[in-house]
């Protein structure tokens, strides 16, 4: 049965890899500004104690960067190569792994009553690094994979150029947004309540707009991606709560590790897609359907921890 699935993958992909997706230059102007306020809406809900918190939990931030910036790419170059995904799937796949976590983690781990503060110095502090680890650990994967290298010949690649360009999309608005949090507090409090939620809204409706405009390429290319980020989402969900479980973390620690290395900023990988690869139909498909299939997972999981925290309430008290 896996055989012949694996082997009609294989078709698909081949397919999929010279697709390119249509996305006018306003677009992703709109994909850039869109970007830049979710980093800017992060950092405006981020104070530099967050960083000294982050200092006074350097164990567990340590569990953290590693299973986000080390184990994620790593396992899913290995998925890319069980499912027998080629070329374009797998470098979009490779790419979502690479990115840092968004300001829906933070959202997520309040919702299933998780440590918000881990949430939020975890969110800061990934995001800088990925300035730095995201070009390096795309390069690096990008390259070794057996048929994604190929594609990244073709377009030649640079590292230095997509870290100038995440260092604009991130650094920018993300140091803007501390700064202001830090010598206007009232403003940026009042701000992030509105900033963040416009900007997800932003980010949806780009991503609506692009299938909209694409629907003949997303429906014929739907089922290798949604088995792909199905899967692909599953196993980064999985690594964040196996790893705090092995490191022995408190359920709430625990939470919020789950959804900061399950939950990927995609909206950033889909803008990288679109500026470096052309708009490539697998990696353009896989952010876009990972941006919409990532919500619906974590609210799923925050949720049923959510159910799970209630039950377990009136159990607590009684034994108290």
Known sequence: ????????LTVLVDDVDSVKIAFEEGSLTTLKIVIGAILFGIAL??????FALALRRPGTIAIGVIAQFLLLPALTFGLTLLLDVRGSVALGMILVACCPPGNVSNILTHR???DVALSVSMTALGNVLAIFLMPLNMAFWGALHPTGKEVLEDIELSAVDMLVEIGLVI????AA???IARLWPSIASRAGKVVGPVAFLGLGAVIVVGVANNWSIFVDHIGVVVLAVFAHD????LLGYGIARATRLPTASTKAMTFEVGIRNAGLGLLLVFTYFDGLGGMAL??????IWDIIAGLAVAQWWRHRSRSDAPAEKALA
């Open 45 to 50: 809900d981020t104070r530099l104690e967050d």
């Open 1 to 8: 049965m896996i055989a012949p699935l694996i082997a009609d």
């Open 177 to 179: 947004g501390i700064a």
């Open 171 to 174: 650094g920018v608005p993300f």
């Open 112 to 114: 299933a009553r998780g």
């Open 286 to 291: 896989v952010a876009a359907w990972w941006g």
């Open 234 to 237: 599953a196993l980064a969900l």
